[in-house]
């Protein structure tokens, strides 16, 4: 499952299949945009982000941004980890199960990557 649920359609997934096949992520995290936060599971059976090992302080963190980004409505930013000078996730060993099964070069790939205009968009 990815982290966004993204609404396929005949164009969208035209228009995603268009670019090129890739191999690796250096330069991209277009996948990274629009979570806001880590998508670890949180509920009332599963606290993911302590199984995989995240600090008290971060796992805080972590709960503070959703909190904030509730407050505003906003569903759509960059995930808290996602850093924008390197590209790359910052807490990579601790990443979600989601974000580990996200395959690049499948349909999810394409399609964040033409919304953030990454290689031939
Ligand atoms: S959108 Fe695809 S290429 Fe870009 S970081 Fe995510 S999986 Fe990698
Ligand atoms: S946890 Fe890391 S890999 Fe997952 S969305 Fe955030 S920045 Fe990307």
Redesign the pocket.
Known sequence: MHPIELQSTDATDARAGTLPV?E??DD?????MTVGTPPFVLDEERDEARERGVSLPLRAEIQARRRELDATGRRDAPCLWFDPETLRCRHHEMRPQVCRD????DW???F??RR?G?DGA
Request: hydrophobic fraction near 25%; glycine fraction near 10%.
């Open positions: 890739i690796n992520c991209c995290g277009a996948c990274c996200y395959t690049i070069g999810h790939c394409r964040a990557r953030e990454i």
